[in-house]
């Protein structure tokens, strides 16, 4: 949140992730995270307006 003109309004947009998957799926929640901008309708509803960054952290067990 930043204010412009004193209103605050959305300058950007963060999503991290911390994931614990299965071991030998890792190639699947790496998918989901890289596609999740695409198929998020939040996401795609901003697109163009609001950078948006998406990171995961993401451990087999």
């Known amino acids: ?3 412009v003109d ?3 309004r959305i300058a950007r947009m963060r999503v991290h992730y911390s994931i614990r998957i299965p071991t030998g799926t ?3 929640a790496e998918r989901a995270v890289a596609t999740h901008e695409a198929k998020c ?3 795609t509803s901003v697109r163009g307006c609001i950078p948006i960054a998406i990171t995961a952290d ?4």
């Not at 993401?58 to 067990?61: A, D, G, Q």
């Open 41 to 43: 309708p939040a996401a």
């Open 6 to 8: 004193r209103v605050l």
């Open 26 to 28: 890792r190639e699947a």
């Open 58 to 61: 993401i451990v087999e067990e």
């Open 1 to 3: 949140m930043e204010a």
